[in-house]
Antibody
Framework: IQLLESGGGLVQPGGSLRLSCAAS????????MTWVRQAPGKGLQWVSA????????YYTDSVKGRFTISRDNSKNTVYLQMDSLRVEDTATYFC??????????????WGQGTLVTVSS | DIVLTQSPGTLSLSPGERATLSCRAS???????LAWYQQKPGQAPRLLIH???SRATGIPDRFSGSGSGTDFTLTISRLEPEDFAVYYC????????FGQGTKVEIK
């Protein structure tokens, strides 16, 4: 199983960025996918999750209305559209595979992460 | 949401010693929904334990998890050089949260 994130970079406050996570090695549509972030030198924070079918999405309160998670099961890819970015969104963003089709469990494995820096 | 508090913040030990890491929940964790991860600098977290005590595939048996209710423990029976890292506990189920981490450093 491999998860490969991309799309990170430097963006100004108020800007937008779209992260991608390309998956391989498993039946992608059968598993929920999750984004977890880690601010520099800090701990892990769950950000968003999407069910295997894509019909159900979940967000932590601090990103509701600004971030949108989606997936394309034909491309084995999950996305995180991040709008109205804030300085406090600066972090490494990891995508992680859930162990079932609904996002209620632990994460295994994780991608290597992509760094998002929000700064003027 | 359940808040997880890990202690100590840093554990200074020598290779070969036993490490005991604590994770305390703000309310009872139902159905053993507790996992542990290891993270080394510049790397992604790696699953060690799920369901309080079930080792993930490929995890050595020197790692063990225990506990119930609100108090959980990750034990590393004899520290190997590659075990010095940061460890996080995670609650899952209706919501998913992480503890703030415990760093195991070489004494």
């Amino acid at each position: 199983i491999q998860l490969l994130e991309s799309g990170g970079g430097l963006v100004q406050p108020g800007g937008s960025l779209r992260l991608s996570c390309a998956a391989s090695g498993f039946t992608f549509s059968s598993y929920a996918m999750t984004w977890v972030r880690q601010a520099p030198g800090k701990g892990l924070q769950w950000v968003s999750a999407i069910s295997g079918s894509g019909s159900t999405t979940y967000y932590t309160d601090s990103v509701k209305g600004r971030f949108t998670i989606s997936r394309d099961n034909s491309k084995n890819t999950v996305y995180l559209q991040m709008d109205s970015l804030r300085v406090e969104d600066t972090a490494t963003y990891f995508c992680a595979k859930d162990v079932r089709s609904l996002p209620k469990d632990w994460f295994d494995p994780w991608g290597q992460g992509t760094l998002v820096t929000v700064s003027s | 949401d359940i808040v997880l508090t890990q202690s100590p913040g840093t554990l200074s030990l020598s290779p070969g010693e036993r490490a005991t890491l604590s994770c305390r929940a703000s309310q009872s964790v139902s159905s053993s929904y507790l996992a542990w991860y290891q993270q080394k600098p510049g790397q992604a977290p790696r699953l060690l334990i799920h369901g309080v005590s079930s080792r993930a595939t490929g995890i050595p048996d020197r790692f063990s998890g225990s506990g119930s209710g609100t108090d959980f423990t990750l034990t590393i029976s004899r520290l190997e050089p590659e075990d010095f890292a940061v460890y996080y506990c995670q609650h899952y189920g209706s919501s998913r949260t992480f503890g703030q981490g415990t760093k195991v450093e070489i004494k």
